[in-house]
């Protein structure tokens, strides 16, 4: 099946600070998301991403398929922003079963 | 966007006995829902594939016997956790999305489930 694979692991930040979140995927996918899972576990719906790029106030994601990878962009981060992100994806058969990636545990100190 | 809901958010429950955890798409049908689980500080594994009106799809590994899947209706899923265990202690979500075209997913709020 597809793997899902997140860099980096941990992240750490100043407040105001930009950062980079990677996803690799090891097949063609579907569908895409990126999440932000809060404290209390919920997963919040950043993007909806399967290729090409979009932005959302500070954040921004894009999906270059045909290179089997996808980037979350967070400019001017706050401390809200912590908390650990999550891109899911599923494969072209169809299953629209989402495999997740391992995660970023992002960090912002103010 | 669509929302899904799930109940209970929260459940402590004794060895040996059952819960049960509702997953409810309430302003959309769903054909098909999703069961994750994530243990603390790891990402979320998905245990099953709900269908509505036919028998649940497991994931390699996962005891359907343990984890009993219903789907009775358009809009609700429910697992049931037989027996438990607190190995079985855990984060419980679902997920679901709109019918009919690839769109994003949505998920519950989650279940935190703690046997003891």
């Known amino acids: 099946g597809i793997q899902v694979e997140q860099s980096p692991p941990d992240l750490i930040l100043q407040e105001g600070a930009n950062s980079t979140l990677r996803c690799n995927f090891s097949d063609s996918v579907n569908n895409l998301q990126w999440f932000h899972q809060n404290p209390w576990g919920q997963l919040i719906n950043l993007f909806y991403i399967p290729s090409g790029t979009k932005q959302n106030g500070r954040l921004s994601a894009t999906t270059v398929a045909t290179e089997r990878y996808s980037l979350l962009y967070i400019s001017s981060s706050q401390t809200t922003d912590s908390g650990v992100y999550f891109c899911?994806?599923?494969?072209?058969?169809?299953?629209?079963?989402?495999?997740f990636g391992t995660g970023t545990r992002l960090k912002v100190l103010a | 966007g669509a929302v899904v809901s799930q109940h209970p958010s929260r459940v402590i429950c004794k060895s040996g006995t059952s819960v049960k955890i509702e997953c409810r798409s309430l302003d959309f049908q769903a054909t098909t829902m999703f069961w994750y689980r994530q243990f603390p500080k790891q990402s979320l594994m998905l245990m099953a594939t709900?269908?509505?009106?036919?028998?649940?799809?497991?994931e390699q590994g996962v005891e359907k016997d343990k984890f009993l899947i219903n789907h009775a209706s358009l809009t609700l899923s429910t697992l049931t956790v037989t027996s438990a265990h607190p190995e079985d202690s855990s984060f419980y979500i679902c997920?679901?999305?709109?019918?009919?075209?690839?769109?994003?997913?949505?998920f519950g709020q989650g279940t935190r489930l703690t046997v003891v």
């Open positions: 709900s269908n509505e009106g036919s028998k649940a799809t497991y």
């Open positions: 899911a994806a599923d494969t072209t058969s169809g299953t629209y079963k989402y495999i």
């Open positions: 997920s679901a999305r709109v019918e009919g075209r690839n769109t994003e997913a949505f």
